[in-house]
């Protein structure tokens, strides 16, 4: 009797489920499948970064007597999804010096890979002393789909042409040793 009575529990058991599930599968083809939205944002902040926290060093080649100007260049790559404007450092620390009385006539020029129409970038500088280089800025125009431009920054030297004021500056105010600058160009939102 055990046995017929656990037959019969079981075969309940198993009759209602299936009937359940059928029923549930019923109810779930007469209704409407229901959706929820879910907006989402993100902000996309101002880029205005360089590729690298300087630019190489530029190592001119010595001045001589028949070498009476010396030219040289190094480029960085700058990232910006934004108009921006650079600027330089003209305080004397960019002019060569050796000393605060020995100086070489220092004169610096940018240029960019792209021109600021078809690719990021902007227009060539003519040289500038260093004193005045940048002084009213030059403009990057960012073009969308292209956040990247190669700055190209050159400096060339030459002895200063003033009147000789002593013996030991006949070599044109440049007597022998190494001169140094440091040029420091800063970014701007336009």
Same mark, same amino acid.
């Given at each position: 009797?055990?046995?017929?009575?656990?037959?019969?529990?079981?075969?309940?058991?198993?009759?209602?489920?299936?009937?359940?599930?059928?029923?549930?599968?019923?109810?779930?083809?007469?209704?409407?499948?229901?959706?929820?939205?879910?907006?989402?944002?993100?902000?996309?902040?101002?880029?205005?970064?360089?590729?690298?926290?300087?630019?190489?060093?530029?190592?001119?080649?010595?001045?001589?007597?028949?070498?009476?100007?010396?030219?040289?260049?190094?480029?960085?790559?700058?990232?910006?999804?934004?108009?921006?404007?650079?600027?330089?450092?003209?305080?004397?620390?960019?002019?060569?010096?050796?000393?605060?009385?020995?100086?070489?006539?220092?004169?610096?020029?940018?240029?960019?890979?792209?021109?600021?129409? @078809?690719?990021? &970038? !902007?227009?060539?500088? =003519?040289?500038?002393?260093?004193?005045?280089? $940048? %002084?009213?800025?030059?403009?990057?125009?960012?073009?969308?789909?292209?956040?990247?431009?190669?700055?190209?920054?050159?400096?060339?030297?030459?002895?200063?042409?003033?009147?000789?004021?002593?013996?030991? @500056?006949?070599? &044109? !105010?440049?007597?022998? =040793?190494?001169?140094?600058?440091?040029?420091? $160009? %800063?970014?701007?939102?336009?």
């Amino acid at each position: 009797m055990n046995r017929n009575f656990l037959f019969l529990i079981l075969g309940v058991f198993l009759t209602q489920n299936l009937l359940l599930g059928h029923r549930s599968a019923e109810a779930l083809a007469e209704h409407v499948p229901v959706s929820a939205t879910c907006d989402i944002s993100c902000t996309v902040v101002d880029i205005v970064e360089w590729s690298n926290d300087s630019f190489s060093a530029i190592n001119l080649e010595n001045l001589t007597a028949q070498m009476h100007e010396v030219e040289g260049s190094a480029s960085l790559v700058l990232y910006t999804n934004k108009d921006v404007q650079i600027f330089a450092d003209n305080s004397d620390a960019a002019q060569l010096s050796k000393d605060s009385m020995h100086t070489l006539v220092t004169q610096y020029k940018l240029q960019y890979d792209g021109g600021g129409t @078809d690719q990021t &970038g !902007g227009r060539t500088t =003519g040289w500038s002393d260093y004193d005045c280089f $940048l %002084i009213n800025g030059s403009q990057v125009t960012h073009v969308p789909g292209d956040g990247a431009v190669e700055v190209i920054l050159s400096v060339r030297a030459y002895r200063n042409t003033a009147p000789v004021s002593s013996v030991e @500056d006949r070599n &044109g !105010g440049a007597v022998s =040793g190494d001169y140094t600058a440091r040029q420091t $160009l %800063i970014v701007c939102w336009k």
